[in-house]
């Protein structure tokens, strides 16, 4: 058996009703479900349903509060601090856009810190939703302990996505979303199991020396991209997304993968800028302008663009439910 | 002859002297040779003295105007819009982050805008000045073409650096500043006269292959760190710091070396957090706490010390004015 076809609907149907099995509330479950299944139509399958496995873990041992309702305090007049309440991120950064869709237009940049949050998913997909409106949004977030300062052997950052998007005259938004390790750990996960040996310059074991054995890799710490300079930015993107919201560092953070142990606590920072705050008008015919740039060179591509085919793919011909997710949830 | 060696404030004085000999006023002079001053003495060399040739060219043709005075419009209650009017950098940050002080402690957050900018030299000095405040400090700037977008064999972004500092308790600030660039290109432009090949992954040629000759380099692109996503994040700093700021995109800035044709119309983007505003106290104690796990691991280093250990040094023993400026401008 090799799964079950099923449209984007039926699909967050049936998360949020393997979610909901799994103490967590109906809004809470339903907003988790279209955030795992959007990830998933996208091709960003590391954030899409393979997720759904240790989300439900996660909620029934309560390391994640599947019943939390997050709450945002406005401390300053451009600031939210939003709680998470140590329940799934999407409700907290649903809050914090609310949020910041009301506020950035009157005070032409404004900031959400969320602390007491958990895995953020698709990072790019909360950014996107700002640019449709007319924004400009970055988002900053930390994860558990992977990369170590540069030099050094012991992770001290989380592999700490930033995600951008900006609207752009007559087309989709542009939206950027990278972590800042140089490749995803789940490749090193797939050479272990493959047997396989991992490229150089991926990974350092944990006496901080380069590797090629994925096993010791997967012990040691993981090379940001860019070496030297990702250390920093990763140390960058933990303080504003840890250090600023009050959240856990990746020291402190427990996985986002086992059902063990206190919540992740992790945070994330997300700001908007109305343009029109700035340069004046013209903003998005000008984006239009730069992507018309970066379109016209052979071999390159808008970012962002490959998601958004695929999104239309799975809407058109639905999303497959593995196997082995139907044998343990149950049919769809 | 190979210079002479003066204090700080001689050199401050001379840098000056030397800026108002060439059509610049008095307070940008002044402020122009502080900022040249303290970028060589913190050992930014290719920020420092390097540049007054250049500087005072661009002044005398009138590319940058020397008699300049930027101008602030509060257009939201957190954002301000800089003009630096087509002079130097330097006044018109200094502009933009008097405005964020008051402001950020008021707002939580608040961003400036500049277009109509220059060269903003050793841009961690800027945030650094915010963290000396309090403050957490972002800072993005665009330059004239360097970077093509992944896959592409065309300049469109610039070397596009980035800054960063934070307040840490009992320290000095941290501070981050680097260019998205895999090196600088004063590194392909040295292998070139010394007739050297280039390693491979620095650079492209115009036909967008890598290449390992300097001058063929030089007649390309440069790769970015990180390369893919170094790229995405560098189309990011671009919509920031000229998209957002209606400054000129890398693409339309003219040199910031020579003395020929419009001004650059360069950008930067200058944000300020006020922590107290997100994740309530503490915040930098937390900052300590991080530091202390970065310093206590072999190998490591806080980002920015090296530079502070630099200006104590040139603080103590002076500076020295290379024996061709003081030809070129005339004795101290």
């Known amino acids: 058996m090799s799964g079950k076809t099923v449209s984007l609907d039926d699909a967050i149907a049936y998360v949020a009703r393997v979610l909901e099995a799994n103490r967590t509330s109906g809004p809470n479950a339903r907003r988790v479900a279209e955030a795992l299944v959007l990830a998933e139509a996208d091709g960003l399958k590391g954030h899409g349903l393979s997720r759904l496995d240790s989300y439900a873990a996660q909620a029934a041992s309560g390391k994640v509060d599947g019943f939390a309702v997050p709450s945002v305090d406005r401390r300053a007049s451009a600031a939210l601090a939003v709680d998470g309440a140590n329940g799934f991120a999407y409700p907290a950064i649903d809050l914090a856009i609310d949020g910041l869709a009301g506020l950035a237009p009157v005070t032409g940049v ?12 698709a990072a790019g997909h909360h950014v996107e939703r ?8 970055l988002l900053f977030a930390n994860t558990p302990e992977a990369i170590a300062p540069w030099g050094g052997s012991k992770a001290v950052f989380g592999t700490n996505p930033i995600a951008f998007a900006t609207p752009v005259a007559g087309e989709l938004p542009m939206v950027v979303d990278l972590s800042l390790s140089k490749v995803a750990r789940g490749n090193i996960m ?25 096993e010791t890799a997967l012990k040691g710490t993981m090379v940001a991209m860019g070496d030297a300079k990702g250390a920093a930015l990763a140390l960058v993107v933990e303080i504003l997304s840890a250090g600023l919201t009050g959240a856990n560092f990746a020291t402190e953070a427990t996985s986002f993968f086992d059902a063990e142990g206190a919540p992740p606590g992790t945070g994330q920072l997300i700001l908007a800028f109305d343009p029109r705050a700035f340069g004046g008008d013209g903003f998005a015919a000008r984006m239009a302008a730069l992507a018309e740039l ?4 052979d071999g390159t591509r808008l970012p962002g663009r490959r998601r958004i085919a695929n999104r239309e793919k799975a809407r058109q011909e639905g999303l497959v439910l593995p196997a082995a997710m139907l044998e343990k949830f149950g049919p769809v």
């Open 294 to 297: 970066i379109e016209a060179q």
């Open 110 to 121: 404004a900031a959400a810190g969320i602390r007491r949050s958990h895995h953020c998913g």
């Open 130 to 137: 700002l640019a449709q409106k007319g924004l400009v949004a």
């Open 190 to 214: 797939k050479a272990k199991q493959e047997g396989q040996p991992i490229p150089e310059g991926w990974a350092l074991g944990p006496d901080g020396a380069p590797t090629t054995d994925a």
